[in-house]
T-cell receptor, first 113, second 114 residues
Framework: SQKIEQNSEALNIQEGKTATLTCNYTNYSPAYLQWYRQDPGRGPVFLLLIRENEKEKRKERLKVTFDTTLKQSLFHITASQPADSATYLCALGRTGGYQKVTFGTGTKLQVIP | DAGVIQSPRHEVTEMGQEVTLRCKPISGHNSLFWYRQTMMRGLELLIYFNNNVPIDDSGMPEDRFSAKMPNASFSTLKIQPSEPRDSAVYFC????????????FGSGTRLTVV
């Protein structure tokens, strides 16, 4: 069955460092991958979408990579700030008719001042 | 734009009661999704509407759950009768491009069934 794995343990990182979060998947051939940020008591907020034919995408301090051979996406936050502390979710989907977008369970990031 | 609006924010109800959750999607978005989030299972898609028509309801747990979208600006998720295992945060999300684009989520309804 399809499986999406994100580190269930929280990631603690010092302010100013680069945070790297991992999204691995099995039994799945996604056409695209999305990353969301979720703060406590709030809904997820869309950050970035990367398609299978794109190796990397950037948005301000965010960078996402997508390796379909390794079946992995990496999400980087450079020059991390305490305000970046949140849970980050990856979501995978396919195109070509309707296919469900499947979410990972998320990784909690804590940026320490 | 006020974003996706959900009501109520919190709902506490007794087992066996009917619960109705409401959602107003972003104007112009033609796709609407209902999700349920729990610690154990994460975000699970319950039902997906496109242009007010239910496209995929395979995630609806059982017949106790039903969803409607009578027009482009309103959707409801109803649980009747409610059970303690239905306790979760229910999110509504909308999108302008189907599943291949980012979703805009509401703030959710935290449901507690006692």
């Amino acid at each position: 069955s399809q499986k999406i794995e994100q580190n269930s343990e929280a990631l603690n990182i010092q302010e100013g460092k680069t945070a790297t979060l991992t999204c691995n998947y099995t039994n799945y051939s996604p056409a695209y991958l999305q990353w969301y940020r979720q703060d406590p008591g709030r809904g997820p907020v869309f950050l970035l979408l990367i398609r299978e034919n794109e190796k990397e995408k950037r948005k301000e301090r965010l960078k996402v990579t997508f390796d379909t051979t390794l079946k992995q996406s990496l999400f980087h936050i450079t020059a991390s700030q305490p305000a970046d502390s949140a849970t980050y979710l990856c979501a995978l989907g396919r195109t070509g008719g309707y296919q469900k977008v499947t979410f990972g369970t998320g990784t909690k990031l804590q940026v320490i001042p | 734009d006020a974003g996706v609006i959900q009501s109520p924010r919190h709902e506490v109800t007794e087992m066996g009661q009917e619960v109705t959750l409401r959602c107003k999607p972003i104007s112009g978005h033609n796709s609407l999704f209902w999700y349920r989030q729990t610690m154990m299972r994460g975000l699970e898609l319950l039902i997906y509407f496109n242009n007010n028509v239910p496209i995929d309801d395979s995630g609806m747990p059982e017949d106790r759950f039903s969803a409607k979208m009578p027009n482009a600006s309103f959707s409801t998720l109803k649980i009747q009768p409610s059970e303690p295992r239905d306790s979760a945060v229910y999110f509504c999300a909308s999108s302008s491009g189907g599943t291949a684009y980012g979703y805009t989520f509401g703030s959710g309804t935290r449901l507690t069934v006692v």
